[in-house]
């Protein structure tokens, strides 16, 4: 089911971890590149953290999610990735057809069919056989559920890769939630999310991890049936240079990626989460059982974390965009 377009009113900005998570053994690092000489064409000036952060605080930071016709908006999604866009395809028989532009959709990390099999690890009594078979069931059950998913690769993916972090890391993304157990548990409580049976669903992340030490994975095979199944994916431009995270909260819109880079001629890009769209999947995959629902969002966000500290070294400011209050008048 697709979402009914709605106005955005005032929205509030806040600086959830302006140090960053404090956790990740990733190469994605603000600080590194604010020690970089002046003349190294990746180093970060303060300047241009300044005027980023004037952004993030301005009602320009969302854009509204396009529309599949005027009142009905897209359903798929795609990952947090903050590089731009080189084409957007879709395969089409044996051909892919490649689009004339590309669309704002919500954006999750890995997309929903790795959101899907977080799902399904922590409401699933057996855990999946491998890394690679979560990531197939979970496309398999949003096929069932008739929810759009779509998902990115990039221009330099190897034979074995996807051009996906989120995907292409899995097997360290689930190793590292289970690491950093005692941070991801207090980063959601941070963000308001109950953490009461999130012991289980670590246990069933360890036990994913066990399976996945002793067996290889190519992040490329999921990538292979995203397309097959006649999915829309965008092929990503260029390196990382994320310096923040951006979490969104605002239904029906999402992080203004490509104006941070216009902002700063690509020297700047910023990694976004859009919470409402991992609440929807939540609902829609658990219909009619609020403990899985919970259960289903705490396990997404675990994994949204973990892609965090496995990418980055834990020091890209966390923000919080969300909806104000309207006023009350009397």
């Not at 959830?16 to 990733?26: E, F, K, N, Q, S």
């Not at 690679?132 to 990115?152: K, M, S, V």
């Not at 029906?252 to 991992?278: H, M, P």
């Amino acid at each position: 089911m697709a979402n009914e377009i709605n106005e955005i009113g005032d929205v509030k900005v806040e600086v959830v971890a302006p140090d960053g998570l404090g956790y990740g053994t990733g190469s994605i690092s603000l600080n590194d590149r604010l020690g970089l000489p002046a003349k190294d064409s990746e180093h970060v000036q303060e300047l241009q953290l300044i005027k980023l952060e004037n952004f993030i605080h301005s009602p320009d930071v969302l854009v509204r999610v396009d529309a599949v016709d005027p009142k009905i908006q897209l359903d798929d999604d795609g990952c947090g990735d903050g590089r731009g866009v080189n084409t957007t395809f879709v395969k089409n028989g044996d051909q892919l057809e490649h689009k004339s532009r590309s669309l704002h959709r919500a954006k999750i990390f890995g997309g929903g069919p790795v959101m899907a099999g977080a799902s399904l690890l922590a409401n699933e009594s057996e855990v999946p056989s491998s890394v690679e078979a979560l990531f197939l069931a979970g496309i398999d059950r949003l096929q069932a559920y008739e929810i759009d998913f779509g998902g990115h690769t990039d221009g330099h993916a190897s034979e074995e890769k996807s051009g996906c972090g989120a995907i292409d890391n899995a097997p360290a993304i689930v190793r590292n939630a289970v690491t950093f157990q005692g941070e991801i548990t207090d980063s959601l409580s941070a963000l308001g999310v109950p953490t009461d049976g999130v012991e289980s669903i670590f246990d069933s992340y360890r036990e994913l991890s066990r399976r996945a030490n002793t067996q290889t994975y190519a992040g490329q095979k999921v990538m292979h049936d995203i397309i097959g199944n006649q999915k829309v994916v965008k092929e990503l431009a260029g390196g990382h240079r994320e310096v923040a995270v951006i979490l969104n909260d605002v239904s029906g819109y999402t992080v203004n990626q490509s104006k941070v880079r216009e902002l700063s001629n690509d020297s700047l890009q910023v990694f976004a989460v859009d919470i409402w769209r991992l609440q929807n999947l939540a609902r829609r995959l658990c219909p009619s059982d609020r403990t899985g629902e919970q259960k289903a969002l705490q396990s997404m966000l675990i994994y949204t974390l973990a892609t965090a500290a496995t990418l980055t070294k834990g020091d890209l400011p966390v923000y919080r965009v969300s909806a104000e209050p309207a006023a009350v008048t009397a």
